[in-house]
Structures are given as C-alpha cells and as structure tokens.
C-alpha cells in the first residue's frame, strides 16, 4: 500500500509536483494494498482475452470482403460455432488455470521486489526492461515450444493449441492446462531477473497477450506498427507454423525470428516464401494463400 492517502503527502515525500500520470496513480492506488493491485491483473487479462480478439474475429466469422485481401489463409473461416467454443474453452482455462496462477503468485512477487510506489518508472525504465522480458521470454519459449512438438509433448500436450490450421485471435490462449503452465515459466524469468514496478508488470503481461493475438489473428496488416520492431515474427510468420500443424519444424520462437534463423529452424517457412515469390513472378500476382507442398508439409 502507497505510504501516503493524498496529493499533498505524496508531493511532501517526493519534494516535487506530481506529474499528470503520477496523480492518476494515485487516485488508482491510494488505500489498496499491494495484493488488491496485483489482482486487478486478473480483470484486466479477462478484458484483454474478452475484448481485443473481436475486432478480427469478426473480419473472419463474418468474411469481409474488403479485408480478405489481409488474410493469410484466404478463403479459410472460423465459424461462429468454432469462434464460441474456443472462448468459452479459453474462459475455463482462465479461471482455472490463469486466474488462480496470479492469485497463488503473489508471494513471489513480493519477495521479487516489485514496488507500487511512486516515483512511477520513466519511460526508458519501462522500455528496457520489456525488452528484456520479451527477449528473455522469446528464447525460452524457443526450446519449450520446439520440445513440444517431439513426439510425446505433441500428442498428449501440443496437439489442443493446433487444433485451428487457420487461426484466429481467440486462439492464442487456447492450448492445454500443461501447456499454459509450461509456457508461462519464461514469462516470470524476465520479471524475476529485472524485477521493477507493478505498472510494468501489467504492461508486460498485457503486450504479451495482446503480441500473441495479433499473431493468431489470421491477417497481416500493413499498417501494424510491429512491423517497424526489428527482427518481429507476427502474424504471418506464426500463421505457417499453424498452417503445417504438428509435422511444422519451422518458425517455433512466439516473438522474434532470430531464434529460428540461428538454429535453421525457418527453413520450411522461408522455402514457402520463395515457392510464393516464384508463383508471383510467374503469373504476376500473390498465391492467396500458403502453398501445399511446403518443406516442412512433406517431412514427418
Ligand atoms: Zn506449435
Ligand atoms: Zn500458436
């Protein structure tokens, strides 16, 4: 809990104004525990896998013309039906898996150190150490998500969060309970290593997520602004690994390429991107879609 209830206590223990953000902190926090604050989490991951998905699960179920030219996998859409059950199968997972996760961490969260104090952080406190998180995350997610899909881990785990050859933002989420708990360790490596302020943690927990929709969500937009982060995956590179299935052998790493480039795991995704180009040179206009016969669709 702040040290201070008011504007005028909390100007006295910093020895300055407050700034405008620093004030809306306050009026968020004053008089909530820690605890109360960490949880809040909770609402905002619900809005997170609530909200943001609709607007491109909409484009899909409802196939809009104008912005079928953006879908990776033209002509393939989620029907309401499929829309509906991987939610409600999302929301379950949430609140038996996720919600009681953030509840039950807490205590390590303390002891971590993360403060919810001001100052708030400066904007290049919070730049680095997402950077961190995420380079942090992207590496352990590599070899996790390339251990699932050897034989065993395939079967009995990564097989659910395949289900959707063709998928949609609704999906980031979906995968078995193993999986959610496996895939969740690197994310707390970062925040362990380079603890900071809990409005960092909030962020870093929600660009996660909202990082993981766009690449599930079925469409490449040329004005997202990811696509100026150096070295970014997004939805198209992900979309192949979706589009091969549990033979992929490409293109494992959740954030960045470089994992896959480094460890010649991208081979299958960059074939296909030269079969595209071919076709494009040939009869002078895009495949509409991944090609059949990618590298990675023939080995097994
Ligand atoms: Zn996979
Ligand atoms: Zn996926």
Redesign the pocket.
């Known amino acids: 809990m702040l040290p201070y209830s008011t504007a005028v206590e909390a100007q006295a223990a910093l020895g300055r104004p407050l700034t405008f953000l620093e004030t809306l902190w306050l009026q968020h926090t004053a008089n909530r525990s820690d605890y109360f604050l960490y949880c809040l989490n909770i609402v905002y991951l619900f809005v997170n896998f609530t909200v943001l998905p609709l607007p491109t699960v909409i484009l899909d179920v409802l196939k809009v013309r104008a912005f079928e030219r953006f879908k990776l996998q033209p002509g393939v859409h989620t029907t309401i039906s499929d829309a509906l059950r991987c939610y409600k199968s999302v929301i379950w997972s949430f609140c038996t898996v996720v919600g009681p996760l953030q509840l039950l961490s807490y205590p390590m969260v303390k002891m971590l150190g993360f403060r919810t104090s001001l100052p708030l952080p400066s904007c290049g406190e919070i730049v680095s150490q997402l950077a961190v998180y995420f380079l942090i995350e992207d590496y352990g997610n590599y070899w996790i998500h390339r251990w699932l899909h050897c034989g065993w881990g395939y079967k009995n785990i990564h097989y659910l969060?395949?289900e959707?050859t063709a998928?949609m933002s609704f999906?980031?989420p979906y995968?078995h309970w193993a999986e959610i708990l496996v895939l969740g360790i690197p994310s707390f490596v970062g925040p362990a290593l380079v603890p900071g302020h809990m409005v960092t943690l909030w962020l870093w927990i929600a660009l996660r997520h909202i990082e993981?929709m766009e690449?599930?969500s079925g469409y490449d937009f040329p004005w997202s602004f990811t696509k100026f982060i150096p070295f970014y995956g997004g939805a198209e590179y992900?979309d192949y690994?979706?589009f091969v299935g549990g033979k992929s052998q490409s293109n494992f790493a959740s954030v960045f390429t470089y994992c896959d480039y480094l460890y010649g795991t991208d081979k299958g995704y960059r074939y296909q991107k030269s079969l595209m180009k071919i076709t494009k040179n040939k009869l002078g206009e895009e495949t509409g879609g991944w090609v059949g016969d990618s590298c990675d669709k023939k080995s097994s």
Do not use: V
Request: no cysteine; glycine share 0%; net charge neutral.
């Open positions: 969060h395949h959707f998928p999906a980031a995968a993981a690449t599930h992900h690994h979706h």
